[in-house]
């Protein structure tokens, strides 16, 4: 059972990555509210905010979070990188023992984390696998995009996804294996399912799915249903099934 403290908090330490590109209307909201449910139910937390070269007061709102904050780590990017750099600069600098990535508009809520990641802690879990119940899409051309990007990795990579419904809503990481499996990928729509598989082809690490409600804080237009994303993400994949028949993973 996963350790707690004399206060009832959580002792297993996590640290949220917040990735964000021009979030100044909904940002601070998301971090007060991540604020409040990590000091109630954890020891020991921190919340990494990548701002990823943001062209409105993103950067300003997290200097002045962080400045305020101590559980809080500023990464900022001269540019706008996309989202796949971002989050493995934020893996990079995490110091907790486990460490996930979220959005500004916060689809897992952090009053549910907890949950979480006693659910790693109790069954030694290297990669929990957070998986929607229900996921609509933002429109039809989000909801296509995401039945093809599915459908492809499926068949490039039927083992690593075997068992596994959703490889691209949330993932919780054990820090201690991360550098063993950071990606090639840096498109949006791999860079998180590349991490699953290559934990999954070592044989050496423990992946595990679970069915999670998602609900986002705000309504938003999906961020990873461009054509260049996808285009971008092709390559990614078809790049590492290269590596994956090499065994150089």
């Given at each position: 059972?996963?350790?707690?403290?004399?206060?009832?908090?959580?002792?297993?330490?996590?640290?949220?990555?917040?990735?964000?590109?021009?979030?100044?209307?909904?940002?601070?909201?998301?971090?007060?509210?991540?604020?409040?449910?990590?000091?109630?139910?954890?020891?020991?937390?921190?919340?990494?905010?990548?701002?990823?070269?943001?062209?409105?007061?993103?950067?300003?709102?997290?200097?002045?979070?962080?400045?305020?904050?101590?559980?809080?780590?500023?990464?900022?990017?001269?540019?706008?990188?996309n989202y796949g750099a971002s989050i493995q600069r934020g893996f990079v600098a995490a110091s907790k023992k486990y460490v996930f990535a979220n959005a500004a508009d916060l689809p897992l809520d952090p009053g549910k984390v907890r949950e979480l990641i006693e659910k790693s802690e109790n069954e030694n879990i290297d990669v929990l696998c957070v998986e929607r119940m229900e996921y609509l899409g933002t429109s039809a051309w989000r909801r296509f995009a995401s039945l093809v990007n599915r459908a492809?990795?499926?068949?490039?990579?039927?083992?690593?996804?075997?068992?596994?419904?959703?490889?691209?809503?949330?993932?919780?990481?054990?820090?201690?294996?991360?550098?063993?499996?950071?990606?090639?990928?840096?498109?949006?729509?791999?860079?998180?399912?590349?991490?699953?598989?290559?934990?999954?082809?070592?044989?050496?690490?423990?992946?595990?799915?679970?069915?999670?409600?998602?609900?986002?804080?705000?309504?938003?237009?999906?961020?990873?249903?461009?054509?260049?994303?996808?285009?971008?993400?092709?390559?990614?994949?078809?790049?590492?099934?290269?590596?994956?028949?090499?065994?150089?993973?």
């Amino acid at each position: 059972m996963a350790e707690q403290t004399g206060t009832g908090r959580c002792k297993a330490s996590v640290s949220m990555l917040i990735p964000a590109y021009n979030e100044e209307d909904i940002l601070l909201p998301a971090l007060e509210r991540s604020l409040e449910c990590f000091q109630r139910d954890f020891e020991d937390y921190e919340i990494v905010l990548i701002n990823d070269g943001s062209k409105d007061n993103t950067g300003a709102i997290i200097d002045e979070f962080v400045k305020t904050h101590d559980h809080a780590v500023a990464l900022h990017n001269l540019i706008n990188l996309n989202y796949g750099a971002s989050i493995q600069r934020g893996f990079v600098a995490a110091s907790k023992k486990y460490v996930f990535a979220n959005a500004a508009d916060l689809p897992l809520d952090p009053g549910k984390v907890r949950e979480l990641i006693e659910k790693s802690e109790n069954e030694n879990i290297d990669v929990l696998c957070v998986e929607r119940m229900e996921y609509l899409g933002t429109s039809a051309w989000r909801r296509f995009a995401s039945l093809v990007n599915r459908a492809l990795i499926l068949m490039l990579f039927p083992n690593g996804k075997k068992g596994i419904r959703d490889t691209n809503y949330l993932q919780i990481f054990r820090r201690s294996i991360i550098e063993d499996i950071l990606p090639l990928a840096r498109s949006p729509i791999f860079t998180m399912p590349e991490m699953i598989f290559r934990a999954r082809y070592k044989k050496i690490y423990k992946v595990v799915p679970v069915e999670f409600e998602y609900k986002a804080m705000s309504v938003r237009k999906g961020a990873f249903g461009h054509p260049n994303d996808i285009f971008w993400g092709i390559y990614d994949m078809l790049r590492f099934r290269l590596r994956v028949w090499q065994r150089n993973y």
